[in-house]
């Protein structure tokens, strides 16, 4: 039980740490507006004449995520190290993994409720017709998931550095590796000269393939399995890197 | 409480501590002395828990460092160099989560967060950002954090770097009064504070121990450790400077004039002979003798006399 209470110390804090610069509302301001703009206007949300937020909606979050999510995760540990407040939170009576995992925790909660406050363009489809609320519901978690994968990279890239901006662009570079790896055209393009076993193995890393059938209302598994394993993967590296660190 | 084994720490090819060993027992306030980069901080650091020994051992209240650190860090208030704090959050609400981070809930976490609060004068800033804070304050804010739950053991990198004379007062009192009941360390690079505070001082230069001892017996190494300087009229200053040169114990004299008044210090042969104040004493009965005193030793020169051969070896390197 101590575990999870150090766990939501930390995360409180954190959260708290949002909340209390204008970083928290600056992004979620930008990100429903995006949000908004994208589906209604580019998204052509009216013109498809469908009661569906698939393609309109959905289709977007990765391209957000691209740059809002790097921008949340940046200051994670870089920030920390920068200040030294590091060494503070690193010799209190916690784990480091307890750090990681609050610190995470905290990140993911204030991403999932930036996404929640989309819920008015859910209100505006159900108005305007019967869309199935399942495979809205099933995307938003898909989205929120995928938003997970993201941050947990930026975790790492966070702990490399002590340099906020050098964490962002980092990130943004694995990350935007993610989505084109299964993108369309870069598929296409890589169908045309590679051997399909291949293709297989560089979009099963991409994001947008396993993001696809939470967008259709599938809950597959193994989509599950593939993000819940990239947050693991990367906060384990992240556990790595700050212990690099610490060994000197 | 604190016990620390033959512990060494590579940088790459840097050793920044090389093999050193001590303990510090409850009420003991140790002071741990030494040139920039001398290994200080890397030491507290290894003790804290925060960075690891490339060897050696390190246990705080029994518990090793390395292997089990948990219950060590418990006991532990850390106060690490430049003293970091949350700058986005309040005075308040940074102590109160260093209240809850050492596991102290709902009423013992006001208490513990009053507590410290009033020990470090924080009263006035309670609901200022850390941001917005003096370094003064800012200091004490980090200070408030590493006692905030009464522990055992105090690890403190330079407690008193950056804070203006009152304030070093109030922080060093408060040191010594937790020191008869904690086992503390502290580093500094100001020697005074070694003597208004500490029960026991260890040198390091370049990553080793080069003295270890109670203050006044690290003044005793001194070369003014029982030097005797006295205050004469109507005299000559070389015939002073010859009378004294002739004592059996002297080992130097330095004799200046001012007017008619002439100051001269007598040096003994061995630091700390008691005989050479005996001596001057003798000698000079019959003089015009307007003062005389015996030198206590200083903390400054044994320093420097310590520590600035490899400096200086160092440098012509």
Not at chain 1, 114 to 121: D, G, M, S
Not at chain 1, 179 to 192: C, D, K, T
Request: net charge neutral; hydrophobic share 45%.
């Amino acid at each position: 039980m101590n575990t999870w209470a150090n766990i939501k110390t930390i995360a409180k804090r954190e959260l708290g740490a949002y909340f209390s610069s204008p970083l928290a509302y600056v992004f979620i301001v930008i990100f429903l507006l995006l949000c908004g703009f994208f589906t209604f206007m580019v998204g052509g949300f009216f013109e498809r004449g469908e009661a569906s937020l698939t393609r309109s909606f959905f289709d977007w979050h990765p391209w957000f995520y691209l740059f809002l999510v790097p921008a949340v995760g940046m200051r994670l540990w870089a920030e920390e190290r920068r200040v030294g407040t590091l060494e503070l939170l690193l010799t209190m009576p916690i784990t480091t993994w307890q750090a990681i995992v609050g610190k995470f925790l905290a990140s993911w909660l204030f991403l999932g409720l930036a996404l929640v406050l989309t819920f008015p363009i859910v209100i505006t489809v159900n108005y305007l017709g019967t869309p199935d609320n399942g495979v809205i519901l099933s995307g938003y978690i898909g989205s929120w998931l995928m938003a997970g994968a993201y941050l947990a990279i930026s975790c790492i890239t966070s702990a490399m550095t002590r340099t906020q901006v050098v964490s962002f662009i980092v990130s943004v570079v694995v990350c935007l590796f993610l989505i084109l790896a299964g993108f369309p055209p870069v598929v296409r393009f890589l169908e045309g000269w590679a051997s399909p076993w291949l293709v297989d193995v560089v979009t099963s890393f991409s994001v947008i393939t396993h993001f696809e059938g939470f967008q259709k209302g599938v809950l597959d598994s193994r989509d599950v399995l593939f993000f819940l394993s990239l947050i693991g993967f990367s906060l384990f590296s992240t556990s790595v890197i700050l212990r690099g660190h610490r060994a000197g | 409480m604190i016990k620390v084994e033959n512990l060494t720490k590579l940088f790459g090819a840097k050793r920044a501590v090389d093999g050193i060993s001590f303990t510090v027992e409850r009420g003991e306030v140790l002071g741990f002395l030494g040139p920039n980069g001398a290994g200080k901080s890397t030491t507290m650091r290894i003790i804290t828990g925060f960075i690891p020994p490339s060897s050696g051992r390190v246990s705080v209240g029994g518990f090793d460092m390395v292997e089990n650190p948990i219950p060590g860090k418990r006991l532990i208030g850390y106060l690490p160099e430049n003293a970091p704090a949350y700058t986005d959050m309040t005075v308040s609400g940074f102590l109160g989560f260093a209240a809850e981070i050492r596991g102290l809930r709902g009423e013992a976490k006001t208490k513990a967060v009053n507590r410290a609060v009033e020990m470090c004068f924080l009263q006035s800033v309670l609901h200022q950002s850390v941001e917005t804070l003096s370094k003064g304050y800012r200091h004490r804010t980090c200070f408030a954090q590493s006692i905030i739950h009464d522990p055992e053991v105090l690890v403190l990198d330079e407690p008193t770097d950056g804070l203006d004379p009152n304030q070093k007062h109030e922080i060093r009192s408060l040191i010594r009064r937790m020191g008869e009941k904690k086992a503390i360390i502290f580093s500094t690079h100001i020697l005074e504070e070694v003597d208004a505070v500490c029960s026991r001082a260890i040198i390091i230069d370049r990553g080793r121990i080069v003295a270890n001892g109670t203050p006044p017996e690290l003044r005793r190494r001194s070369d003014w450790a029982g030097a005797v300087t006295l205050r004469v009229n109507g005299m000559v200053a070389t015939a002073v400077k010859e009378k004294l040169s002739q004592l059996r114990t002297a080992k130097k004299v330095v004799a200046e004039a001012q007017g008619q008044r002439i100051t001269a210090t007598v040096f003994p042969r061995t630091a700390g002979d008691q005989d050479l104040t005996r001596e001057v004493l003798e000698a000079t009965r019959s003089w015009q003798v307007e003062e005389l005193h015996t030198e206590e030793g200083r903390l400054d020169e044994v320093f420097r006399s310590i520590t600035l051969p490899d400096t200086v070896k160092e440098e012509t390197k």
